[in-house]
């Protein structure tokens, strides 16, 4: 078979998140050597190998962990104590994250959601818009950014969301904050932030919970009011606040 890393460009242009597994130490009798190599794809599916057995085994469930955190990892294994492998020596293995981005949807194009993904592209973000307004995006340029020009009410539900997800929640008008809100909130998503007042937070929190939506607690994971607090007052202003927020965020998903 080819080596793999004659294969990573190909399986980098496809876009599919995942891991590069590699044995960079061994000790004593092990199935494969340094250098032996395998790709872990986030559906659990891989090609290559770094012995059989459990160590594979215990090395794809590594994988996926890192394809959730996207931060490189080295895992060591016993193979004999800690894996019940009779061959019994010593293996390093190490994971590399490929192909490792975050989606970032951004539910209303307006003036603060446009700042919103203009900031946040610049921070790795693949950014994603969503509105109900097809002429709103003759208005900027999005940079690269994918366009969606869709009703609220059934926005979601064609967007396959992961948890590498994160959703701003920007709209030109409460009732359709509150409209996606109620779709996302099921939904495992890396983030979730919300613009409004106070006032508006509390009384679409009240509407959601007396509608049987989502409790209390499942509400209090979201982030709104959005962004962390400063005295923001223009567009770009308030956009700055957000992003720094979802660069928390990001940041802290492996911690």
């Known amino acids: 078979m080819t080596d793999i890393l004659f294969q ?11 891991v590069l597994c590699i044995i960079v130490k061994t000790e004593g009798s092990t199935p494969r050597k340094e250098g032996a190599k395998m790709v872990v794809f986030d559906d659990g599916t891989s090609i290559g ?22 931060k490189p ?8 104590e800690d894996l019940s492998m009779r ?18 949807n951004i539910f209303g194009a307006g003036h603060v959601g446009r700042e919103v993904g203009r900031f946040a592209a610049e921070f790795g973000f693949n950014v994603v818009y969503i509105d109900n307004r097809p ?11 994918k366009t969606i020009a869709t009703e609220f009410e059934n926005c979601v539900a064609d ?67 959005i962004g962390i607090p400063f005295n923001a007052e223009t567009p770009a202003e308030i956009a700055i606040s957000i992003v720094a927020k979802l660069i928390d965020a990001k940041n802290s998903l492996s911690v």
């Open 73 to 80: 990892a080295k895992e060591s294994y016993e193979l004999e």
């Open 159 to 225: 967007l396959n969301l992961s948890s590498h997800d994160f959703a701003v929640i920007c709209t030109p008008k409460h009732t359709w904050d509150e409209v996606v809100l109620c779709q996302l909130i099921s939904k495992n998503l890396a983030y979730i932030g919300m613009i409004g007042s106070t006032r508006k937070v509390a009384e679409t929190s009240k509407s959601i919970i007396e509608k049987g939506i989502a409790t209390k607690e499942q509400l209090s994971k979201i982030n709104m009011p």
């Open 135 to 145: 002429d709103i995006y003759n208005e900027f340029n999005p940079n690269g950014a």
């Open 8 to 18: 990573l460009s190909d399986l980098k242009s496809k876009g599919k998140p995942f």
């Open 87 to 104: 061959c019994g020596g010593y293996a390093e293995v190490y994971f590399e994250p490929m192909n490792y981005s975050f989606n970032l």
């Open 49 to 70: 190998t770094v012995g059989g057995g459990t160590i594979e085994l215990q090395s794809i469930k590594k994988a996926l962990e890192v394809i959730k955190t996207g």
